[in-house]
């Protein structure tokens, strides 16, 4: 027998059953009251230990379970009987369950403690626990979205609201920042996302370098500060109200007429609205309109000029296929289709 207190290395898993305490110097952590002889976990740990030459050392402490004869009836008792007895305990729960619930749970009595809790266990499982819903995603996919549908329906005024709310925070966050202060740039009046009269927005006084509108880069696209701070300052961004902001882009889309030919000029060679836009210094709805003022039938939606459109369409009746023809043009398949009308 060892005694109280001996330290022992690499020990046979096959021994008899000790009541052990295990300090494994290398991972730095203790595991307590282990029956060796009776768990097949620890079997199979010590059996890898050795294989590996892990240098384990035991604290060892005799212990040779003492039962009395009732102790024995009992436990071939729930041998036999185990069926009966797990009846037995969900009857008593099911007639009991209100019982149960009335009374507060631990983690509703210790929530500081219980919410730490679920953080390590998080974070040492977390491989596991993601895994593992991958697998539940997977397996319950249709029921989730079904739930998630009727979820929607029965509450869709509340989670519109909750967005909607949600977005005038974002919004008004960088409203409300320097430079702008909230403030418009031209009339000095306060404004706000909350206010209907007056609403809040950006205008881009160098148009040429927009690369989009902010309130979508900042809301829909959830872009970071450093992406929506390169806009502002290549964009040259102030804040202006409604009203102002409605005069500043009427002063900008009045087109020289000199202009104007140039713009036709680049749509008829085949100049795309990007590249226009970029050549001119005009935004893409100002080219827009000037193109539609001349060719009223032109689809601008698919960007590409009608020569190029007829073109298309000669080659797609001449037996070539839609993928080769979007690949010329340099638009996708679904946009060729479309334009197609295939």
């Given at each position: 027998m060892f005694e109280n207190g001996e330290y022992v290395k690499n020990i046979n898993c096959g021994i008899t059953p000790f009541d052990i305490t295990i300090s494994d110097k290398r991972k730095g952590y203790v595991s307590r009251n282990y029956f060796v002889g009776e768990n097949p976990f620890m079997k199979e740990y010590f059996r890898s230990c050795i294989v590996y030459n892990y240098q384990l050392y035991l604290y060892l402490q005799p212990f040779i379970p003492k039962l009395t004869e009732e102790q024995i009836r009992k436990k071939e008792y729930y041998k036999q009987n185990s069926n009966k007895e797990i009846s037995r305990s969900s009857n008593?729960?099911?007639?009991?369950?209100?019982?149960?619930?009335?009374?507060?749970?631990?983690?509703?009595?210790?929530?500081?403690?219980?919410?730490?809790?679920?953080?390590?266990?998080?974070?040492?499982?977390?491989?596991?626990?993601?895994?593992?819903?991958?697998?539940?995603?997977?397996?319950?996919?249709?029921?989730?979205?079904?739930?998630?549908?009727?979820?929607?329906?029965?509450?869709?005024?509340?989670?519109?609201?909750?967005?909607?709310?949600?977005?005038?925070?974002?919004?008004?966050?960088?409203?409300?920042?320097?430079?702008?202060?909230?403030?418009?740039?031209?009339?000095?009046?306060?404004?706000?996302?909350?206010?209907?009269?007056?609403?809040?927005?950006?205008?881009?006084?160098?148009?040429?370098?927009?690369?989009?509108?902010?309130?979508?880069?900042?809301?829909?696209?959830?872009?970071?500060?450093?992406?929506?701070w390169k806009e502002i300052n290549d964009g040259g961004v102030v804040l202006l109200c409604s009203k102002c902001h409605k005069l500043e882009t009427i002063a900008q889309q009045s087109v020289p007429e000199n202009i104007k030919n140039k713009i036709i000029e680049m749509y008829e060679s085949g100049k795309m609205i990007k590249d226009i836009s970029d050549s001119v210094g005009y935004e893409r709805h100002t080219i827009s309109k000037v193109i539609k003022s001349v060719y009223p039938e032109a689809n601008l939606k698919y960007s590409l000029p009608p020569n190029k459109i007829e073109e298309a369409k000669t080659m797609y009746n001449d037996g070539i296929g839609i993928c080769e023809i979007a690949k010329k043009f340099n638009v996708n398949r679904k946009t060729m289709g479309a334009i197609l009308n295939k």
């Open positions: 008593w729960y099911n007639t009991h369950k209100d019982e149960i619930k009335e009374k507060p749970s631990w983690r509703s009595l210790n929530p500081e403690r219980a919410k730490e809790n679920d953080k390590i266990y998080y974070t040492t499982n977390r491989d596991r626990i993601l895994a593992y819903a991958a697998i539940r995603r997977e397996e319950h996919r249709d029921e989730s979205r079904e739930y998630f549908r009727n979820h929607y329906a029965e509450n869709k005024k509340e989670i519109c609201l909750s967005r909607r709310k949600n977005r005038q925070e974002i919004y008004n966050s960088w409203v409300n920042r320097p430079p702008f202060n909230g403030v418009c740039f031209k009339c000095g009046k306060k404004v706000n996302y909350d206010c209907e009269d007056d609403m809040p927005e950006f205008h881009h006084t160098k148009p040429e370098n927009k690369t989009g509108t902010l309130y979508n880069i900042i809301v829909n696209l959830n872009s970071p500060d450093e992406v929506i």
